[in-house]
């Protein structure tokens, strides 16, 4: 599948790297997420990888 609208692709990109990781288990959760959806713990990090290196 191909994005060609770009702030559809850019949207989808920041989505892509605004994650949780679950410290538990390695899971990958929503940025939404409270709970790992694995292991149903709490010990999230954020996996925030800036992209917008330019303003
Ligand atoms: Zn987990």
């Known amino acids: 599948m191909t994005i060609t609208d770009p702030e559809k692709k850019k949207l989808a990109q920041e989505i892509r790297l605004h994650l949780k ?3 538990d288990c390695g899971g990958r959760n ?3 997420a409270d709970r790992c ?3 149903h713990k709490s010990h999230l990090r954020l ?3 800036a992209l917008r290196a330019k303003k």
Do not use: D, M, Q
């Open 37 to 39: 959806r694995k292991c």
């Open 21 to 23: 990781i679950c410290l």
């Open 30 to 32: 929503s940025i939404y």
């Open 47 to 49: 996996k925030n990888r």
